[in-house]
């Protein structure tokens, strides 16, 4: 008996699957008859009240990890008409598998979307890994980024992604900012501008649509709006000459998309945050600076904007304010509910709805409606992704400061001191409290490795909780040696945490520099933190960890290639933005 409904489940399966791929032929055949826009403007009219508005919402989905949740997300886009997915954390294999599925279960076609700052590698673990904004605002050349746009369009295409939430062109402007930080191209508003176009013309010449954030500006908090509402005293005259610049350009050459930041601007639009206000996204973005585009929220979920409102209310409110798209609803069913509320009462009108939904069904028509759910021919890990990437982070690389010691000579003794793991930032932010065994690198570094092919020298590891007694002996152990590479790791971006930074860092460079060593200093990490250095005879700013960065670190080193990078932020009056030797 079990057997036989296990068949019936798999043909009942089979079946609705065959008859979609035949209604996705006759919609395709019939669509193709038709002239622009006519599917959008017939799809409109057979849609009720709650289906219209259902398509403004994109919900979030997992495809890996212990957030998978496929099978509800299957569940409500069968149960309502929403308008779209974003991806969030997840592999290859199964987004594709995912987006697959998803599409041919939606009645309509579906809006995907996701993160894709520094490529997929933000949501999909194995994809190649492009450096993030902070270290691009090292480069000084913008085709670099428009190349990067390019390739991250094919990562999307690869996997079904027709919106990608990037470029992020907020100008980092304030130090302590916890989240936008290194998501920046930095403190220059000319430099963020040039970079945040060019991404958003490789995007956007590759078939995936780009989308500018965070409106109006979350550059110069120091809150992090995930957790609370960040405050911005500045008048429209100050945005306009600043945090708009980059805003404007991408408008006025056709960015497809803005998202919307939850921050309060008190002397614009009073205590209302800046994604539910009128003022900033009607009359700002949409009359002065002329968007036409869809205006998307920043995920609903946040507590920025779920704090001091009712379940469903700030969905409702995004709409009336002049926002699209609703993303990551903390409820969609409410929202819903309270948007269909909201018609009934006169707090929107369902001509407004419909202007909305027309705008998102237009985008389907154009992108979506006649198109394959993923392009399987588009391979993410080509030759040319790889070169790209590694002259991405090899170009960044910026000398700070050189006691005319490079290269590093080869009749001196040579002492390698990795301090900190090398890890990625998510797994540093919390220095490990283990016994120094347990901390030990289980294989050796690209840096260490690049560098020992050339120069025999020897290896030391310093955990960045070192204990007195293992501090000493390695100071001890310097004596024998006559210049010192020190690379540090396991770094982060957070000023309050000292970016990743320790007193027996402190404590062992100090000892180097008072016993005249040679030190060659590389950190692969935050460029704020560069404010603690100075002694040493060389600095060099790595930015990230990756494999490529630490080759070319160890290149420059040798003298095998100059240094080409400049600071995209000021990290303090030693070393100001722009600063770099080359």
């Known amino acids: 008996m079990s057997s036989m409904l296990e068949i019936n489940t798999h043909l009942t399966s089979y079946c609705r699957k065959l008859c979609f791929k035949i209604c996705l032929l006759f919609c395709t055949l019939s669509t193709a008859a038709l002239s622009s826009g006519e599917w959008s403007q017939n799809t409109l009219h057979k849609l009720t009240l709650k289906e219209k508005i259902a398509q403004l919402f994109i919900i979030p989905v997992y495809t890996d990890g212990k957030k998978e949740n496929i099978e509800e997300a299957s569940s409500s886009l069968m149960t309502h008409k929403l308008g779209g997915i974003i991806f969030m954390q997840g592999t290859l294999a199964s987004q ?8 041919s279960i939606s009645s309509l076609p579906l809006i995907v979307s996701q993160d894709s700052e520094w490529g997929l590698n933000m949501r999909v673990k194995e994809a190649p890994r492009f450096p993030r904004n902070l270290t691009l605002g090292a480069l000084n050349d913008d085709q670099l980024i428009y190349k990067l746009g390019r390739e991250v369009a094919l990562q999307c295409r690869a996997t079904g992604v027709h919106v990608n939430f990037s470029p992020v062109i907020d100008i980092n402007n304030n ?9 920046s191209f930095g403190e220059s508003s000319k430099k963020v501008t040039a970079f945040g176009l060019q991404y958003m013309l490789g995007l956007q010449s590759n078939g995936v649509m780009a989308c500018a954030k965070h409106f109006p500006g979350h550059g110069d908090t120091f809150v992090d709006s995930h957790l609370e509402l960040p405050t911005i005293n500045k008048s429209k005259q100050d945005l306009l000459e600043l945090e708009w ?16 930041g939850h921050i309060c601007f008190p002397l614009i639009a009073g205590d209302t945050p800046s ?21 998307f929220t920043d995920s609903l979920k946040m507590k920025a904007i779920t704090e001091g409102f009712d379940p469903g209310y700030p969905d409702l409110l995004a709409l009336i304010a002049g926002n699209d798209l609703i993303v990551m ?22 001509s407004e709805i419909d202007q909305k939904v027309l ?16 392009d399987s021919d588009i391979d993410i890990y080509s030759k040319e992704a790889f070169a790209l990437k590694k002259e991405l982070f090899r170009k960044s690389l910026t000398l700070i400061k050189n006691k005319n010691v490079i290269p590093l000579s080869k009749e001196m003794r040579t002492a390698f001191v990795q ?20 901390q030990m690198p289980t294989e050796t570094i690209p840096f260490f490795e690049a560098l020992n092919l050339e120069i025999g020298m020897d290896y030391f590891f310093l955990p960045k909780l070192a204990s007195p007694e293992d501090l000493n002996r390695l100071k001890k152990e310097m004596s024998a040696y006559d210049q010192v590479v020190v690379g540090i790791y396991e770094m982060n971006k957070y000023e309050r945490l000292n970016y990743g930074l320790c007193p027996s860092t402190f404590d062992f460079l100090t000892s180097l520099n008072e016993n005249n060593k040679t030190v060659y200093l590389t950190l692969f990490g935050s460029p704020y933190s560069l404010k603690h250095f100075q002694d040493e005879s060389v600095i060099l700013m790595g930015y990230e960890n990756d494999e490529d960065a630490q080759i070319g670190a160890a290149e420059i080193l040798l003298g095998k290639r100059k240094a080409q990078g400049h600071l995209p932020v000021t990290a303090s009056s030693h070393y100001p933005l722009g600063y770099g030797i080359n």
Do not use: T, W
């Open 96 to 103: 594709r598998s995912a987006v697959d599925h998803l599409q």
């Open 175 to 183: 130090p302590l900012n916890p989240v936008i930080n290194d998501r």
């Open 245 to 260: 610049q980059p805003f404007k350009a991408l408008i006025d050459n056709g960015v497809g998309g803005v998202m919307l």
């Open 275 to 295: 994604s539910i206000s009128n003022i900033l996204i009607q009359d700002c973005l949409k009359n002065e600076l002329g968007f036409k585009g869809l205006v």
């Open 329 to 350: 609803s903390k409820n969609f069913q409410l929202g819903i509910e309270r948007i269909l509320k909201g018609v009934y009462a006169g707090e929107i009108s369902e």
């Open 359 to 374: 705008k998102v069904l237009e985008f389907k028509e154009q992108r979506i409606l006649n198109h394959k759910a993923f």
């Open 419 to 438: 301090i900190g793991r090398d890890v990625l930032m998510r797994d540093a932010l919390e220095l490990v409290h283990a016994p120094v065994e347990e």
